[in-house]
């Protein structure tokens, strides 16, 4: 029975919903979140917190024992298009960071590891329709050099030691609360802001460029039934393929422009249209939906009329 868990990452994109759906599930008390940031009042009056930086171990084991923690959801990490900037910086918050929580979970017997991974494990060299989980995995960003490896990492220590390591590659999420961190399908969430703040988007990448997309509620389901998933019935372990829906940004501005005609877009591709070429355009789940029951609940229509309605909302309130 999992107590008390060890969130990281989890001022992030997801780390900052996940943490609440967690802790309706385990209790606020049990669910500690750790950031590189210092803790502000708003973030201490919703849980307990601690400013951590994963790569380093004496201090993620200090927070392992004060705590008495007995799983980790590692969600800190450093996003494709960030990446492309900073190789090294992705390799060792992605790499060492990962092995560090592996490492102690070991020593210090943490029961259960959850790491994502990304549909950014696929190379130009994979098959771009209806990818398959086991597939050729030749990614040429450094992001997804170091989400193949941390997919390879969790399986060895799954088999070399016994340990329970799951994990997950999430298409491009969608989401309102908290603006994404640095990706390639960040274009998805601010289209919804500019068109609804300026009536006009520009986008970094092609009209036509096709990518596995979901919206934050699936990813937040997937994740935790996932971590609740039976793992002696697991067959894989550390990489699930998880799909919801597929669009081009033509395709979602013509799906936003049903409610706010006057809309206009135009299109800029820069460096990130060289990472969205090398990924997939739609994503085979079958064996996530096989082994723990995957199955998402929100297409594009429902995703686009749920984001006009809260983007619309954050924007009044001037959120942002
Ligand atoms: N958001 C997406 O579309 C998406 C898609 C595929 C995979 N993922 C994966 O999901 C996970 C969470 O992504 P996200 O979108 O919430 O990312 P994010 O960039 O929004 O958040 C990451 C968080 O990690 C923190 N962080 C960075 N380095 C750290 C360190 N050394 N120690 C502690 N914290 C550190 C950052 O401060 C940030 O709050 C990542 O593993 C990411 O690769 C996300």
Redesign the pocket.
């Known amino acids: 029975m999992i107590k008390r868990i060890l969130l990281?990452?989890?001022?992030?994109?997801?780390?900052s919903e996940l943490i609440e759906e967690l802790r309706k599930i385990y209790g606020r008390s049990n669910v500690i979140g750790?950031?590189?940031?210092e803790p502000t009042p708003e973030i201490l009056e919703n849980g307990p917190y601690v400013k951590?930086?994963?790569?380093n171990a004496h201090e993620l084991a200090n927070v392992i024992k004060e705590y008495k923690i007995d799983a980790i959801i590692?969600?800190?990490?450093?996003?494709s298009a960030v990446g492309e900037q900073n190789p090294h910086r992705a390799w060792n918050?992605n790499i060492n960071?990962l092995i560090n929580i592996l490492e102690v979970s070991r020593e210090l017997g943490v029961k259960r590891i959850l790491?994502?991974?990304?549909?950014?494990v696929f190379g130009p060299t994979t098959p771009k329709e209806n990818t398959p989980q086991e597939t050729v995995l030749k990614p040429t960003s450094m992001?997804g050099i170091t989400?193949v490896t941390g997919e390879l990492l969790g399986e060895y220590y799954v088999r070399k030691y016994n340990l329970d390591v799951r994990g997950l590659r999430?298409?491009?999420?969608i989401s309102y609360k908290?603006l994404?961190?640095?990706?390639t399908?960040d274009y998805a969430v601010a289209i919804f802001f500019d068109a609804i703040k300026y009536k006009h988007y520009k986008c970094f990448l092609k009209k036509d460029t096709m990518l596995p997309m979901m919206y934050m509620p699936d990813c937040l389901k997937a994740t935790i039934d996932l971590f609740h998933a039976d793992f002696s019935k697991l067959k894989h372990f550390t990489d699930f393929n998880i799909a919801a829906m597929s669009f081009t940004p033509e395709m979602l501005y013509n799906e936003i422009k049903k409610y706010l005609p006057e809309f206009t877009i135009e299109y800029e591709p820069d460096y990130r249209q060289q990472i969205a070429d090398s990924w997939p355009r739609s994503i085979d789940d079958s064996l996530a939906r096989e082994e723990w029951g995957w199955a998402p609940s929100y297409d594009m229509e429902t995703m686009v009329e749920d984001m006009i309605k809260n983007v619309k909302i954050k924007v009044e309130k001037c959120e942002y």
């Open positions: 990281s990452g989890s001022n992030g994109q997801i780390g750790a950031d590189l940031r951590l930086d994963i790569t590692n969600m800190a990490a450093i996003l918050v960071g790491n994502p991974s990304s549909i950014a992001y989400k999430y298409p491009g999420i908290t994404p961190g640095g990706g399908t």
